[in-house]
């Protein structure tokens, strides 16, 4: 610390007055003037008095640093750094040194809490401050959604030729402030651009002297005899068995003949494939997986359940790029080897399980005919495309002039609806001028449009949702008025109205509709919002919603993000994943169409599984890959989100449960806190010495706790956390902890514990019990979290007596889904920047 | 212009290059500056930077000797070969990096602070960017972002603090570098004017709104503008290389390098990886490459010698024999991949020299111990680039002129060396600062710097 001007908080700049008198403003609309600062002299300067001070003030200051006079405005970005620092040596025990008097562990706790939370509240309102920028950038799905909507083509922005991957701020994908551009970003929206007007303008293929309108089609097909490659298939056409065989598919086994091969032009392909799948008694039904290689990308997958003699066809349509694609299709599921000595028929052809094995085969049956594994059995694969309709495409009838001329108003339409407002008349000059200069370098019209095209698509309108235009939105056929509006609170107009509604519930663009409303000038009042809300949950796109909120709100991204150890959970696998999120966002989506109470969220006599899924919970058969309600009983241990294996393991680390990650996980998504950062040199848990008794992990982390620095906080968040220790790491219920190190028996669970209120609970059950009490704290914290997720920025001091009011309205209605939705967007908070 | 065409050693590297599986075409300088042209007659500098993630186990890797005759520890024993192109370097921490978990990969070559908490964290420039930023005009790609995930998981951070993506799929990268011009020079001039026109048009659209909003508003504005100039600045760049042809790899190279590799054949992976970026260096397509050869939540397993768990489960081994045997055996096969790395390096013969010679490389981790977040005393390897004046063969400990000796044995007392610097002086910025001066970057201080490791200069 170097150097601290002595600048009290009154005797600082006109500067940091204006800033303590916005900070007082603050402070009075969250409940009374001076309240910062009046708890400030009860709550920490006595600590200061007796424990900091007398080194650290005018006469003295070891270190070269004064506390005596540091700024208590929590505002500024410099002194919070400092009382950051002043935390963490408290919080850490380095303060005061071991010469001087120890203040109580207690004391010492409630001055770093105090500290804490000031600190976070200076956080969020700096970024607040940061973040009412006028420019939040699209997700890169949002993009490709947006991209679908305005052209009519996919963009696959996942793919190796795609878009970057965006960063998150606490869970959330879609925050204005965190998501950037730099230079490869340009690269790589020109890039896309590219690709995206390929396909939406495609140039048309010359066929025998003329032109055609249509690219050329792709059809393969390839037999049982051609995925396996047999020796003698000579010998079995002869015989005229040849387009009898088909391949027996073990656990764990690819076929990599199953590929497209050259796709000629990019767009959307069907694979069909008639198979059968043979699901052993009380075992997994075998898993189809078809899996670009070069793609990354798992291009379909489901269970298959089909008697040998009466195979199904699968089919499904996935879109493609150009060029050569490598097709993985296997069956995924864990098994035998099915090395050819000991499994699958090797070279000879196959036809039925009743075929006979080789004497060093493992048998496919048991003695009844049953299978004894998961099997496929292939018949035939094919592959064809483009699907397309005749004639030119969506793009082309909207966007293509039939002359030079025609330009302006079909540029007029694309830029209008990529902007998502009227535009001036000189924005449409600009990309006229572009198409005419072009056109006069020798390009043809298409092209020359095109170039038009890639400037709208990487034009900071179209790739940034621009808020705060207030009354300059640009009337249509009149030159643009310069510059954003500066008010901050300044209310959005029509049209960031219908964007902010559109890529909240759909992740799109508006439609003609929210257009047409906004158009009106109708849109911001009450009555037409709610109608919006309801018609736009009504339509198939919200599905978006009912997976990208819960997503970021519940840190779904972290799902799989230390991989289990595979020799711990043999079982884990992607597909297995794919489930757990599966049931969470299926959940979700139940809550919303069935306008539920949000308390459902906290415990339910319900969820949603798969086949999958109830298997990993050891519950009741559940057929097919479909998310379908279940009914919970009290001894299946499940109900509500905090027994979903995807929460569960999201908190874990490959190896083990969590309890105190789990605790942190439930304070911030349930009850809307942040707990204090763990100071920094906290000594790691001691590995139990072989010789001792096998210890939990709740055990061992009690042993921690007696540190009383970390008591004061732990005893906060942990209980939080080991009420749900009777899940492993991936969410399997269990009653004993299956412990690696020292002696004797796995010893039992103990998911009891008290809140910090000192209320009680025995376990996960209980614990949920409690947490429906404690609903209202629940309603507030998702709310919040919704208004982030809503207005792509976080929250603030000036926002809380909006979210109380919210909070409020939520609890009249009976904290149901549908009608938090409603109110939020019918709200002050949603229609302002 | 004639008498840089006749530099001895152009027209030496080509033909030494043509025998190794590529040809390099010479620049035309008739596109650059008489400056620019002063800076391609002076011979290359390079740098790489390669990443650990996850610390290492610093009870087996700790070298305990200092000076010239040090002991190797047994996971760097095979850099051996290497003692008098590496310097081994103890004690090295970032202030802002102690008690950061899994960010610390963030901050390696920036040295930022990363709020625990997240919030809308802002990294600094990083060091790469700034070689970068010299090299760019000589080269057809100013840097290289490798990793072991395709996206912001990166080393390298722009001015602004924004992530480079990088990319991670060996097949990916030698297309960018290596593929034909599709169409041929024509058909891509054409295609860069276009882009021209689109990007101009595009950047006098977000000019007209910037002039009327103000400071804080304008922020995400301005990141964009500067991220459109510069990819115009680019464009420009590649318009005029375009008449420089490619370099032509061979074909069995080029087959090698455009595998299927799978991550799950670890050495394989990191060996085409490898291979790629000497590739990249030789042919001097870009001068500046940062390999993140495994990030904190992605390091990868390597069943090839019997560890099926990533780094980051090994690096929680919460003191288990097993996994601290484990985690030195993917400690030792991480350098040795490395000590691949600057073989290849050192096979590229040029004149006197060899490619290693002129290319600095840093191997090493943002953490220490990771099983409680340790980050004093980071691992830290610093090889190659003798002929831009780096002296090696000893090994610099910051940590011993206090401690007198290290006691391995004491376990939680060498941790705790990892997790608390033993001295606040010694900054692994000093390190990057050196380097930063070895690439002709102008600058005092880098970070939190005090001032260049005097020990290699």
Known sequence: MSNNKPCGWLGGSGKSLLNLLVALTNAALVGGAMAATGDFAQAVQPFLEQHCNRCHDAKKQKGEFRVDNLSRDFLQGGSAAKWAEVMDRISSGEMPPKAEPKPAAAEAAKVVEWLAARLKEGEAARLAKRERVSFHKLTREEYAHTIRDLLGVTFDYADPTGLSEDDTWNGFGRIGSVLSVSPSHVEKYLAAADTVLAEAFPEAVVEKGRKAALPKTFGKRLKGIDLRGVSNQAELEAQGLADKVRVEMWPGHDLTRASPGNIPVAGLYRMRVQLSGLKPKNGRAPHLAVYAVNLDRMLHEQDVVAPEDKPIIVEFTTHLPAGNVNVRFGNETPGPSNLPRSGRAGNRAFFSTKDGRLPWQMKLTDEAGEPLYPFLIVDWLEWSGPIAEEGPTFAQREYLPAELGGAREKLTKLAERAFRRPVSTEEVDRLVKLVESEVKSGEGLESAMKAACQAVLCAKDFLYLVEGRGGDTPVPGQPAKQGLTADKNVRLTQWELASRLSYFLWSTMPDEALFAAARGGKLHEPGELRAQVQRMLRDPKAARFAEAFPRDWLQLRSVGMFPPDKKLYPDYDAYLEKCMIGETTAFFREVLHKNLSLREFLDSNWTMLNARLADHYKLPEVAGDQFQRVSLRPEDHRGGLLTHAAILSLTSDGTRHRPVHRGKWVMESILGKSPPPPPANVPAIEPTPATQPKATLRNKLDAHKRNENCAACHAKIDPLGLAFDNYDAIGRWRTEEIVGDGAGANPKVDASGELIDGRKFTGAAEFRKLLVEDLDKFNAAFIEKLAIFALRRVMTVDDRDALAGLAKQSKAADYRLVAIVETLVSSELFQKR | ?457
């Open chain 2, 1 to 457: 212009m004639s008498n840089v065409l006749s530099q001895k050693w152009l027209l030496s590297r080509r033909h030494m290059l043509r025998g190794l599986g590529a040809t390099i075409a010479l620049p035309l300088l008739d596109c650059m500056s008489p400056l620019r042209a002063a800076a391609i007659a002076a011979k290359p500098r390079r740098s790489v930077f390669i990443y650990i993630p996850n610390g290492v186990n610093v009870l087996t890797w700790q070298i305990t000797k200092a000076g010239r005759d040090y002991e190797l520890s047994t996971p760097l024993k095979s850099l051996e070969k290497h003692r008098e192109n590496i310097t081994p370097i103890s004690g090295l921490h970032h202030p802002n990096g102690i008690g950061q978990a899994h960010e610390c990969q963030k901050v390696w070559l920036t040295a930022a602070k990363v709020s625990q908490e997240g919030g809308a964290f802002r990294n600094t420039v990083s060091a790469d960017q700034l070689m970068a930023e010299v090299t760019a005009p000589l080269t057809r790609f100013s840097s290289l972002e490798l990793s072991i995930s395709r996206g912001t998981t990166t080393l390298a951070w722009s001015r602004d603090g924004v992530p480079l993506p990088a990319e991670d799929n060996p097949k990916a990268v030698f297309t960018r570098l290596f593929g034909a011009e599709p169409g041929g020079v024509d058909v891509q001039r054409r295609r860069l004017n276009r882009r021209h026109s689109v990007l101009d048009l595009v950047l006098e659209d977000a000019k007209q709104l910037r002039r009327g909003i103000g400071g804080e508003d304008r922020m995400k504005l301005d990141e964009y503008l500067t991220a459109v100039r510069e990819v115009e600045v680019r464009t420009e760049r590649l318009d005029s290389w375009l008449n420089i042809p490619k370099p032509v790899v061979d074909g069995k190279t080029a087959a090698n390098l455009t595998r299927n590799v799978s991550k799950t054949e670890a050495g394989d992976y990191y060996r085409t990886m490898y291979d790629l970026m000497v590739l990249a260096l030789r042919t001097d397509m870009t001068r500046v490459i940062t390999y993140m050869s495994g990030s904190e939540s992605h390091g990868l397993a390597i069943p090839e010698i019997g560890i099926p768990q990533t780094r980051h489960e090994l690096s929680h081994h919460n003191g288990d024999p097993e996994q601290m045997a484990r985690l030195s055996r993917s400690d030792a096969f991480i350098t040795e991949q490395f000590t691949y790395f600057l073989d290849q390096l050192q096979a590229v013969k040029d004149g006197e020299e060899n490619l290693l010679d002129r290319t600095m490389v840093l191997f090493g981790s943002g953490m220490a111990y990771g099983h409680s977040h340790g980050n004093a005393n980071l691992p830290t390897i610093l090889a190659g680039g003798k002929s831009l004046g780096l002296k090696h063969g000893q090994h610099i400990d910051y940590n011993l002129p206090k401690l007198q000796q290290y006691d391995l044995a004491n376990a939680a007392g060498h941790y705790a060396v990892c997790s608390r610097p033993v001295n606040s002086n010694a900054r692994l910025t000093n390190l990057l600062l050196t380097m930063l001066h070895k690439m002709e970057v102008n600058t005092e201080k880098f970070a939190d710097s005090l001032g260049p490791v005097s020990e290699v200069v």
